[in-house]
C-alpha cells in the first residue's frame, strides 16, 4: 500500500528570525523559582513549500508547518535555568525522585536504564568474545513534552477542584498534603517539548556516538515524522551525536534526512496514521481494560484525597491525571521533583503504572487487533537494513520512499547507523510486531499486576525511550546454536537488541536458547521470525473497514 510519498530531504534552514518576528515572550513559572522561556510561532511566519511531479525520480516536500512550528531560542543568558547535563555526557538525565515514583509513570518516566524484563535473568551488555557490531538501528521516541491538549484539560480540571476547594475551607487545605496546591500556579504549556526533554535527545545522541564510536564515523541516517516535538528531538539527538554544545538555538540546528509527513493520506511508518479501522475505533472505551483498573485503583485514592478538605470532589479520572502531573510537572521542572508527586502512597504508584502497562498494552500493543499491522512496515525496513536487500511486501510500507536510495539507502553505500523517531504509542506498534516482550497470558483488566510481566510502560516506551537493534559479526561458536549447520570457524552475523541500556531476551522459536540466554539471534533466524510482517502484516484484514 504506498500513500502519499511526500517527504522533506536535509535543507539549509533561513537565518533565524529576529525575536521581533518569532512573537511574544511567555513567561513559564511553575511552583519553584525556576523558569523557562520560550517564544511562540509569529502568525506572519512562512516557510518554503517545494514539491515535484509524482513522475519525477526523486519526490520532495518541504513540509514548512512541521520544520519550525514552534521556533525557540535558548539565549546564553538564559542557560542557568535550563537542564545541564550530569556528569557524563553520555548520562541520561534523570527525575529527582524515588524509583517507585520515577518508574511508575508509565509513558510520562523519564528514560532509565533498564536491568532486566520480567522473569528473565540479566543478559550482560558486553559482547561475546570476538563479536563485533557492524551496523545500529535505533528507534527512539521523543523526550519529554508538556500535556497533550486533553490530557492537560483533564490536569486542569483536577487542579481547579482542589483550588477551589481549599478557598472554601482554607484551614482544612492548610493542614493537609494538599496545602500546596492553594500557591500552586499550573502554567504547563501543551504537546511540544520542555527543556528536560531536549536535553533527553540531547544527550542519547551522543551517547549513541561514544558508545558506536568506531561506527560514529560513517555519520547516520536519521528519518522523523513531522510532528513537532518528535522533529525537534531528531534534530536534538544528530546535534549531540555530532558533538556540538547544549544549549543551542533550537532554529540552527540541523534537519534529519528524511521528514516524512503524518496524517491519514501519507504512508507513513513512524506514524501510521492510515490504517482505517484502527483510526475508526472509538478512544475513550469505558469497557477497556485500562479503564476498568482505573476504577478500581483510582477511586479509592480520590476518596482519600477527598477526605482532607469539605467539599473536595476527586473522581478516579482526577487522581489519574494528578498523578501524571506529577510526571510532567517534574519534567517542567528539569528534573526536580514535583510537590504533587508527594500526595500518593508507595503501593498507589505501582497501581498507576499498572494502568498504563494496560493502557499502552490493549491500545497501541498486543492486546489491540491492528497494532501489529501498523507496525509491521517498519520492521520489513528493519530487515531490510539488517540483509541490504530492497523490501519486496506491500502493506504498511511507503514504496516510492523505500525504494529510493536517496530516502531509503541500504548498505554497503549507506552509513551504519540508522535512527527513526517517533511517539509511543507507534513504538508499542512495532514492539507488537516483532514479537518481543510478549507476555504469554494477556494483562488482566481486572488486576492484579502479575508478578514479573514484560509489558512494563514505563520500561517499553518512557520519554526518549530507545530501541536500538544490532547487527553483529561473530565467530561460529559452539553454544550459538542455529538452526543452520556451519562449517567451524565461520564467523556469522547476528541480533541483538538493546532497550534503554538492558539487553533484551529474544524469546523467538527461530532464535533458539542463545536468544534467551545471550540476547542474540543468528540474522537467517530473525528474518524467519518476522515472517509476519514480511507476509504483509495482514494489513488489509485488520485495516480494512467492515
Avoid at 537565518?15 to 519553584?32: C, F, Y
Avoid at 483510582?298 to 467539599?311: E, Q, V, W
Avoid at 542455529?482 to 531476551?505: F, Q, T, W
Wanted: hydrophobic share 35%; with cysteine.
Amino acid at each position: 500500500m504506498d500513500g502519499n510519498p511526500s517527504i522533506s530531504t536535509k535543507l539549509t534552514l533561513d537565518p533565524l528570525p529576529t525575536l521581533d518576528k518569532l512573537g511574544e515572550m511567555e513567561s513559564l513559572k511553575g511552583n519553584t523559582s525556576q523558569q523557562v522561556a520560550y517564544f511562540s510561532r509569529s502568525s506572519s511566519s512562512k516557510y518554503p513549500l517545494v514539491s515535484f511531479s509524482p513522475s519525477q525520480k526523486r519526490i520532495m516536500v518541504i513540509i514548512a508547518s512541521a520544520l519550525l512550528l514552534r521556533v525557540l531560542w535558548l539565549a546564553p543568558s538564559s542557560a542557568s535555568t535550563l537542564p545541564q547535563p550530569r556528569g557524563s555526557l553520555s548520562q541520561m538525565p534523570q527525575y529527582d525522585l524515588p524509583t517507585y515514583i520515577s518508574h511508575s509513570i508509565g509513558p510520562y518516566s523519564a528514560r532509565y536504564s533498564v536491568q532486566s524484563f520480567g522473569g528473565y535473568n540479566h543478559i550482560p551488555n558486553d559482547l561475546p568474545h570476538g563479536c563485533n557490531v557492524v551496523q545500529v538501528n535505533i528507534l527512539q521516541r521523543h523526550g519529554a513534552r508538556y500535556p497533550t491538549s486533553d490530557s492537560w484539560s483533564s490536569i486542569a480540571s483536577a487542579v481547579g477542584k482542589i483550588k477551589e476547594a481549599s478557598l472554601l475551607y482554607p484551614q482544612a487545605a492548610a493542614d493537609s498534603p494538599l496545602a500546596f496546591v492553594s500557591k500552586y500556579n499550573f502554567t504547563l504549556g501543551t504537546d511540544s517539548l520542555v527543556d528536560f526533554g531536549r536535553l533527553q535527545a540531547y544527550t542519547s545522541g551522543k551517547y549513541i556516538s561514544d558508545h558506536y564510536h568506531h561506527l560514529s564515523l560513517n555519520g547516520t541516517f536519521i528519518r522523523s515524522t513531522s510532528k513537532d516535538r518528535v522533529l525537534e528531538s531528531a534534530r536534538w539527538f544528530e546535534h549531540g551525536f555530532e558533538g556540538r554544545p547544549f544549549p543551542f538555538p533550537i532554529g540552527e540546528l540541523e534537519l534529519p534526512d528524511v521528514i516524512i509527513p503524518t496524517g491519514s493520506s501519507n504512508n507513513n511508518t513512524l506514524s501510521v496514521d492510515n490504517c482505517a479501522a484502527a483510526e475508526a475505533a472509538p478512544e475513550d472505551d469505558p469497557d477497556a481494560p485500562n479503564m476498568q483498573w482505573l476504577d478500581i485503583y483510582a477511586t479509592p485514592i480520590a476518596k482519600r484525597l477527598n477526605a482532607f478538605i469539605p467539599g473536595l470532589n476527586l473522581t478516579a479520572t482526577d487522581a489519574n491525571a494528578l498523578m501524571s502531573l506529577c510526571g510532567f510537572d517534574t519534567a517542567f521542572q528539569n528534573g526536580n521533583a514535583s510537590p504533587w508527586c508527594g500526595i500518593f502512597k508507595k503501593a498507589e504508584w505501582a497501581d498507576n503504572e499498572y494502568y498504563w502497562d494496560l493502557e499502552k498494552y490493549y491500545g497501541s500493543s498486543y492486546g489491540s487487533p491492528y497494532a501489529k499491522a501498523q507496525g509491521s512496515g517498519w520492521v520489513n525496513e528493519l530487515i531490510a537494513r539488517l540483509t541490504g536487500k530492497p523490501i519486496r511486501v506491500t502493506g504498511a510500507v511507503n514504496a516510492t520512499l523505500d525504494s529510493d536510495s536517496k530516502t531509503f539507502p541500504l548498505p554497503p553505500s549507506s552509513p551504519s547507523i540508522f535512527a527513526d523517531f517517533s511517539s509511543d504509542n507507534n513504538i508499542a506498534h512495532m514492539i507488537a510486531a516483532l514479537g518481543i516482550l510478549n507476555d504469554p497470558q494477556p494483562l488482566p483488566g481486572h488486576g492484579p499486576s502479575p508478578k514479573n510481566h514484560l509489558f512494563v510502560a514505563s520500561k517499553l516506551v518512557p520519554f526518549s525511550t530507545s530501541l536500538v537493534v544490532e547487527k553483529l559479526a561473530c565467530p561460529r561458536q559452539v553454544h550459538f546454536q542455529s538452526h543452520d549447520p556451519a562449517k567451524s570457524g565461520e564467523r556469522d552475523e547476528y541480533v541483538r537488541m538493546i532497550l534503554n541500556e538492558g539487553v533484551v531476551p529474544l524469546d523467538l522459536v527461530e532464535c533458539g536458547r542463545i536468544g534467551i540466554k545471550l540476547g542474540m539471534c543468528r540474522l537467517g533466524d530473525f528474518v524467519r521470525s518476522q515472517s509476519f510482517s514480511q507476509n504483509g502484516g495482514d494489513w488489509d484484514n485488520a485495516c480494512s473497514l467492515p
